[in-house]
């Protein structure tokens, strides 16, 4: 084997590496800051080595490297593909938290935060909680084995390199956005349409019998009925849930469609 074509095919391998390690960085589970830096690294590599071997890509895109210009440029293909399938789901994600800090919202724990294992940020305590929820079962479903094929599969949309951009990704990612919003309504709705129902109880209240103190009375209230409704709408939440993972992939294939050129 020519020089050039051990070249062609270490160049490929980056551009594999190079997507897979991009989508690790804020990719739901995998992106997670308790994860240690040496293992995202080593199943990076491994899992490039394992789509470098089995693609016929390495054998096909040789040679259309020939430049450093075109290969930095590649490279910065590669990062967006991997970052956008990342950030795609992770912003599925975010649809719980967000409901989550809804919820907190309404029973009055939005002035107390925790620290969020997967983002390393300072987050309300039931937008911790359901993230927490949402990532066991997104792990008991087998979501992160879901991921790396999605990743892997992505191989056969856009090849290492021919990313095209165009308007319709920046459309597909507002969309997203907005179905992401959605979903934290839904999630959040019962809960929160509990609570509102609350607040206008006590407004009546503090209408009618205006030396309670509605405050003090009103706050451990509040507190015991979103807890409650919260355990009562569980099984609806693993039914959202459930139904937020499927959309997520989908929303990862039609992804992959608009970055490979097919929608």
Not at 6 to 34: H, K, N, Y
Not at 52 to 59: M, Q, V
Not at 116 to 126: E, N, S
């Amino acid at each position: 084997m020519s020089f050039g074509i051990l070249s062609s095919q270490f160049e490929m391998f980056l551009l594999i590496l190079t997507r897979i390690s991009s989508m690790f960085l804020i990719a739901p589970v995998f992106g997670m800051r308790s994860v240690p830096a040496h293992f995202k690294i080593g199943l990076a590599f491994f899992v490039s080595l394992i789509v470098w071997a089995s693609t016929p890509a390495a054998d096909t895109q040789g040679g259309l490297l020939g430049s450093p210009g075109l290969f930095l440029a590649a490279v910065l293909k590669e990062v967006l593909v991997g970052l956008a399938i990342g950030y795609l789901c992770m912003l599925m994600f975010s649809a719980v938290q967000v409901a989550g800090q809804f919820i907190d919202m309404q029973i009055g724990f939005s002035i107390v935060n925790v620290i969020d294992p997967q983002t390393g940020f300072h987050t309300p305590i039931m937008g911790s909680f359901k993230n927490l929820l949402a990532i066991l079962l997104f792990l008991g479903m087998d979501g992160h084995f879901a991921l790396l094929s999605s990743v892997i599969q992505s191989f056969d949309f856009v090849k290492p390199g021919q990313l095209a951009l165009s308007d319709s990704m920046l459309e597909f990612m507002f969309k997203a956005f907005s179905a992401m919003f959605l979903l934290a309504v839904k999630i959040s709705m019962p809960v929160v349409a509990a609570l509102l129902v609350t607040d206008i109880g006590f407004a009546i209240i503090a209408r009618t019998v205006p030396q309670m103190n509605i405050f003090i009375v009103g706050l451990p209230v509040k507190i015991f009925l979103g807890l409650f409704m919260l355990i009562l709408v569980m099984p609806v939440f693993v039914y959202f849930l459930q139904d937020l993972f499927h959309l997520m992939f989908r929303q990862v294939d039609s992804l992959l469609e608009v970055l490979g050129g097919r929608a």
